[in-house]
């Protein structure tokens, strides 16, 4: 997607200037920070099936300081590949269990909320001759899955998911079920909770450099029902950068995640969309 009407759709959208102001959920506007205070690692699981090993890569530490390694989850069964559908212009009404008699739950919209991208879903299980999935619908609260026909859809796969921990604020991207990247991240203050749910990437924004949403943001099928007070910004979550480094690693967004500059370079070539995307305490 192009930057220029990116851009220009996000400020209509959300009534904002850029880059000054915030946009989707997660966002406070802040001073620059002089550079990152944190450790960044990149990791590789010691044999296939292992636990997986932390290997530092780089540091981005101002400081020089080392923090200590975090160890990355046991392979969690992602050897598959998950398969991903489009779903049509007009969307797709979502049913309670998979046949077309069964009530239905709610709608899957055809388009991102603020950027109007095709939305991709990950089918996150199908019934037993295939032809229905189950879904998560997209900015829906609460959450609410159903299944959706899958007959006629055009259909794509990943074997990139990423996993966010808010106890430990780490951001971690597998592909193969094998661990890429693990990087600190900052995610919601106490009173706006960055909310727990299986979302997938709807929208890949750039940005200029220097925005409060730093250069790149990732943005995600949920929304935040606890906003701030008096906050003007969009309600869409989003993994994204940030203008201030030092925010990384803390309980400090209005329920994004932001991650720094070394990360997005990382994850732009796998974060597709579709991408699934776990948050979990």
């Not at 929208?203 to 995600?220: E, H, M, Q, Y």
Request: net charge positive; hydrophobic share 45%.
């Amino acid at each position: 997607m192009r930057a220029s009407w990116l851009t220009v759709m996000l400020a209509v959208a959300l009534s904002i200037s850029l880059p000054a102001a915030a946009s989707m959920a997660g966002v406070a506007v802040a001073s620059p920070s002089p550079g990152p205070r944190a450790s960044v690692i990149a990791v590789r699981p010691t044999h296939p099936g292992a636990q997986h090993t932390a290997v530092r890569t780089e540091v981005l530490a101002a400081e020089g300081a080392r923090r200590p390694e975090h160890r990355a989850p046991s392979p969690t069964g992602w050897d598959d590949a998950s398969v991903l559908v489009h779903v049509p212009a007009g969307g797709i009404a979502a049913h309670r269990n998979p046949w077309t008699s069964a009530p239905t739950v709610g709608s899957v919209a055809p388009a991102s909320k603020y950027y109007r991208v095709p939305i991709v879903l990950w089918v996150e299980e199908t019934n037993a001759a295939g032809t229905w999935g189950r879904v998560e619908l997209p900015y829906v609260w609460p959450r609410v899955d159903g299944w959706i026909p899958l007959a006629g859809l055009t259909r794509a796969t990943t074997f990139v998911h990423v996993d966010v921990d808010l106890s430990e604020h780490r951001v971690r991207v597998f592909k193969h079920d094998e661990l890429r990247y693990t990087v600190a991240g900052a995610t919601g203050t106490w009173s706006s909770p960055t909310p727990l749910g299986e979302y997938v990437v709807t929208d890949r924004v750039p940005f200029a450099s220097g925005s409060a949403l730093g250069s790149f943001a990732f943005g995600i099928s949920g929304i935040q029902p606890h906003l701030p007070a008096g906050w003007s910004g969009g309600n869409q979550l989003a993994i994204h950068g940030t203008n201030d480094p030092s925010s990384i690693g803390t309980n400090a967004s209005a329920g994004c995640v932001r991650v720094s500059e070394w990360a997005l370079d990382r994850f732009k070539p796998l974060l597709r969309l579709g991408t699934p995307v776990l948050i979990h305490a």
